[in-house]
C-alpha cells in the first residue's frame, strides 16, 4: 500500500471455465461457490471480491490458449498457469521477466 493506504500493482486472475478440480470444488459438498480461478472475478456481471479489491483486480481467460488434448495435457487441465499463453501474459505485465529482458 502507499502512504495514503490504496493498494499499489495489480492481482491477475489466471482462469479457465474447464478446469475440473475448481469445478469440483464448487459443489454442494464443499461449499457451493463457484471459484474465481473458473470464472475470473466477476459472474454475471457482478464481482466476487470485496468491494475495495475490485479495481486492482485483472481477468485473463485462458480458453482460447489451452493446448488440447495434446501428449499428457488435456482439455480439462488444472496446471494451465503454466502454458505458455499465460507465461507470455505474465511477460507482457512484467510479472517474472528476466532481469536482462
Given at each position: ?7 499499489i500493482?495489480?492481482?491477475y ?16 459438498i ?23 479489491m475490485?479495481?486492482y ?16 495435457d ?7 498457469q503454466?502454458?505458455p ?15 536482462d529482458?
Amino acid at each position: 500500500v502507499d502512504e495514503s493506504g490504496k493498494p499499489i500493482g495489480k492481482i491477475y486472475v489466471i482462469y479457465y471455465g474447464w478446469d475440473l478440480a475448481l469445478t469440483a470444488s464448487a459443489t454442494p459438498i464443499v461449499n457451493n461457490e463457484t471459484r474465481i480461478g473458473s470464472v475470473g472475478h466477476k459472474k454475471d456481471g457482478k464481482d466476487k471480491v470485496r468491494a475495495d479489491m475490485k479495481d486492482y483486480i485483472e481477468d485473463y481467460d485462458m480458453y482460447s490458449n489451452i493446448t488440447w488434448f495434446s501428449g499428457d495435457d488435456n482439455f480439462y487441465k488444472h496446471s494451465y498457469q503454466f502454458e505458455p499463453a499465460a507465461i507470455k501474459f505474465y511477460f507482457s505485465k512484467d510479472i517474472g521477466k528476466p532481469e536482462d529482458e
